[in-house]
Structure formats: C-alpha cells, structure tokens
C-alpha cells in the first residue's frame, strides 16, 4: 500500500467516525505516516517547518486519536 492510499484510509476512518479533516489533521496524518518520530514534540518541530499554526496540543490529541482507533501504538512510536 503507498503512502498516498495510507493516507486516503486513514481520513476516510476519521471522516466515519465523525471527524472533520482539517489542514493541520492532514499534514499530521502524512507526516506520521511518511516518518518515524521518538515523540510527539518532534511531530510538532516537523509540523512547524510546514504550517506555523500547529500547535503542540493539536499534536498530542491526533496521535492520541489515532492510538485509540488502533491505527499506530505509541509504543512503537507512530508506526501504522
């Protein structure tokens, strides 16, 4: 699977359960797909290089949204 059809996947999960797909969702959702990351913090550095207005907490809360639609384990770092 590509990363492109990844991405598509996991939007099309959130827009199912209800959730609006933003500019800064999108970014963070290719972002994570697309690299390894060690922290959320460093999802926020990369974020910001893109788009100034990403904010820490909107990072932790689409990483925690995605660990709990079991779609990467904190554990193994953002990992699909």
Same mark, same amino acid.
């Given at each position: 699977? $590509?990363?492109?059809?990844?991405?598509?996947?996991?939007? *099309?999960?959130?827009?199912? @359960?209800?959730?609006?797909? %933003?500019?800064? +969702?999108?970014?963070?959702?290719?972002?994570?797909?697309?690299?390894?990351? $060690?922290?959320?913090?460093?999802?926020?550095?990369?974020? *910001?290089?893109?788009?100034? @207005?990403?904010?820490?907490? %909107?990072?932790? +809360?689409?990483?925690?949204?995605?660990?709990?639609?079991?779609?990467?384990?904190?554990?193994?770092?953002?990992?699909?």
């Amino acid at each position: 699977m $590509s990363q492109e059809e990844k991405t598509t996947a996991v939007i *099309r999960q959130l827009k199912g @359960n209800g959730y609006r797909i %933003t500019e800064q +969702r999108r970014l963070l959702i290719q972002l994570i797909l697309e690299n390894e990351y $060690s922290s959320c913090k460093e999802i926020y550095f990369a974020a *910001r290089e893109k788009n100034h @207005n990403v904010g820490l907490a %909107t990072v932790y +809360r689409m990483v925690q949204l995605l660990e709990d639609m079991e779609l990467i384990h904190k554990e193994m770092v953002v990992r699909l």
